[in-house]
C-alpha cells in the first residue's frame, strides 16, 4: 500500500511540473536582474534601481562612425567619444543624445582626423540648454562614487586617416 502511494505522489508531481512547463512565461517568476547588468529589451526597470554605465565593444569605425552596444542614463544626456590622449579620454571627437533608461545601440558620428586607434566612450549631463551640447560647460561627465562613467575601445580606422568618399 505504501508503495502505491509512493507512486501516486511521483506522479502527481511529475504531472504538476509538466503542467508547469506548459504555462505561459508570464506565469513564471521573472529573475530580477541586478543594477550592473543591462537588462533586456522591453523590460521595464525603475531609474532607481539601475546604475549608469556604457556597453562597448571593439569595431571598426572605417564609415566614421562608432556604435556602442548600450549606455544607461538616469538623466537626459550625452554619450561623447573622445580620442585618446595619453593612456586617457582627449578631446571629444563625436557626440550624441541619450534618455534617460537604457539606451541601445548608440550611434555616433566621429571626427575621423582625430581620431585614434582606442576611443573613449564617456557619459555626460545635459544641464545647459537642454539639446545643446556644452562641454566643457554645464553638460560634465556623469560620476559614480567619484570616477567618471567612461568606458575604453579599440577602432580599426582608415589609413590616411581621411574620411571615406
Known amino acids: 500500500?505504501?508503495?502505491?502511494?509512493?507512486?501516486?505522489?511521483?506522479?502527481?508531481?511529475?504531472?504538476?511540473?509538466?503542467?508547469?512547463?506548459?504555462?505561459?512565461?508570464?506565469?513564471?517568476?521573472?529573475?530580477?536582474?541586478?543594477?550592473?547588468?543591462?537588462?533586456?529589451?522591453?523590460?521595464?526597470?525603475?531609474?532607481?534601481?539601475?546604475?549608469?554605465?556604457?556597453?562597448?565593444?571593439?569595431?571598426?569605425?572605417?564609415?566614421?562612425?562608432?556604435?556602442?552596444?548600450?549606455?544607461?542614463?538616469?538623466?537626459?544626456?550625452?554619450?561623447?567619444?573622445?580620442a585618446e590622449k595619453n593612456g586617457a579620454p582627449g578631446i571629444v571627437i563625436g557626440y550624441s543624445p541619450v534618455k534617460p533608461g537604457v539606451n541601445r545601440n548608440v550611434v555616433v558620428i566621429i571626427d575621423l582626423l582625430h581620431a585614434t586607434p582606442r576611443l573613449w566612450a564617456v557619459l555626460h549631463v545635459d544641464k545647459g540648454q537642454v539639446g545643446t551640447w556644452e562641454f566643457p560647460g554645464p553638460d560634465v561627465p556623469v560620476q559614480v562614487a567619484g570616477n567618471m562613467v567612461m568606458s575604453a575601445f579599440n577602432v580599426t580606422l582608415p589609413v590616411s586617416g581621411t574620411p571615406p568618399a
Open 1 to 82: 500500500m505504501l508503495r502505491r502511494n509512493y507512486r501516486f505522489v511521483v506522479l502527481a508531481m511529475v504531472l504538476s511540473w509538466l503542467s508547469a512547463c506548459s504555462a505561459p512565461a508570464t506565469a513564471l517568476a521573472t529573475p530580477r536582474t541586478p543594477p550592473t547588468q543591462v537588462p533586456p529589451t522591453g523590460t521595464p526597470i525603475p531609474l532607481k534601481s539601475l546604475t549608469p554605465q556604457i556597453t562597448v565593444n571593439d569595431q571598426n569605425a572605417m564609415n566614421g562612425t562608432v556604435s556602442i552596444a548600450s549606455v544607461v542614463a538616469l538623466e537626459q544626456g550625452w554619450l561623447a567619444i573622445n
